[in-house]
């Protein structure tokens, strides 16, 4: 009686862990498990293992390492603290009380809020289309590692002036950049190098109005490999 | 140089010819070496080989059998044939007067 729904219930698992393979792929296997008459769970432990393998097999390269611990989850934290400053800034500005909260504002005028909110979009969003372009198959990882801090500063986070969202204002634009990598791949040399040029600009500006950490100069790197990338593609299609 | 599972599979894919596929080569190494080949570790080696360039996949038609799926078809490259060549003189030549080693 049980073996019916058993079966069913199987053969679907199959299909399930199949989908994690590419669709060539997927088909190959499917039709080698069908011609020796495997049985669905000795399939399933089969895909399963290609699967595993598969995974292992991407995180001999660099890139994944970078993506994931070199840029997503110290970018993330870093990213909390400029949308924190961010928000300090503006409340500051509009006459509202800001409570409990430690964040480098600055001299807080217009200006500076300007500079750094520009400063955020593009650190956000560089960093997300750098993970978004050098780790597409891992950026469940980079996306796991980003959002596990953001997940605890949340749940911690508890000041009657301020949304906990203020912590997150950078997440739009790195999703934003996540999903133009993964259309698109590359940017333009011209506009990879006008990001690079401004978030630099903007950092020498906020860091001499001590409006940025030290720290945050690291986020202007995935900005320039964005550039040079772009730049040595521009000159190996020259070439 | 290629390491031993690579060459089992080299060598199976030339000996099968233009039946070489996942399962046909999967069965044939199984058969003479009496070890099990998991399609995981059938399908990472083709893709490290085809990456070496000596293999060539395709995805040919579909059968009855398989329930109508293609098969990933496999061919060896004459710098296959090379690597192949080189291994085998080199385990050849390294078991001469080896106890175990034919006369």
């Not at chain 1, 928000?87 to 500005?93: A, D, E, H, I, P």
Request: a positive charge; glycine letters at 10%.
């Amino acid at each position: 009686m049980l073996d019916g729904p058993r079966t069913l219930l199987t053969q679907w698992l199959l299909q399930a862990a199949a989908r994690l393979l590419e669709r060539h792929e997927r088909e190959a296997v499917l039709g080698d498990l069908t011609e020796t008459g495997a049985s669905a769970w000795r399939g399933m432990s089969e895909v399963l293992g290609l699967v595993v393998r598969r995974e292992i097999a991407l995180w001999y390269d660099w890139r994944p390492w970078i993506a994931a611990f070199g840029v997503a989850l110290p970018g993330s934290l870093l990213l909390m603290g400029v949308s924190l400053s961010v928000s300090c800034t503006f409340q500051r500005l509009t006459g509202q009380a800001v409570f409990g909260v430690c964040a480098p504002t600055g001299h807080q005028g217009v200006l500076l809020l300007t500079c750094q909110a520009f400063l955020l979009l593009i650190w956000a969003w560089t960093a997300g289309f750098f993970v978004g372009s050098v780790s597409r198959r891992t950026l469940w990882m980079s996306v796991a590692l980003c959002l596990s801090p953001c997940l605890r500063c949340l749940s911690r986070f508890h000041d009657p002036s301020m949304s906990g969202l203020c912590l997150l204002l950078f997440l739009p634009p790195a999703i934003l950049g996540v999903r133009y990598a993964l259309r698109t791949m590359r940017m333009r040399s011209g506009t990879a190098l006008a990001l690079a040029m401004s978030a630099t600009v903007l950092m020498i500006y906020t860091w001499g109005n001590s409006a940025s950490w030290i720290l945050n100069w690291a986020l202007i790197l995935p900005a320039w490999y964005i550039a040079i990338r772009a730049r040595s593609a521009v000159c190996d299609a020259g070439a | 140089m290629l390491g031993e599972f690579e060459y089992l599979l080299i060598t199976a894919a030339a000996g099968l010819g233009a039946n070489a596929y996942g399962v046909s080569i999967r069965e044939e190494i199984e058969s003479t070496t009496g070890r099990q080949c998991s399609l995981g570790a059938l399908y990472t080696t083709i893709d490290r080989l085809e990456k070496k360039g000596l293999l060539e996949t395709w995805m040919g038609e579909g059968t009855r059998e398989r329930g109508g799926r293609s098969k990933r078809m496999v061919r060896v490259t004459p710098k296959g044939v090379r690597a192949a060549k080189t291994f085998y003189e080199a385990v050849t030549r390294i078991s001469r007067g080896a106890a175990w080693a034919g006369s």
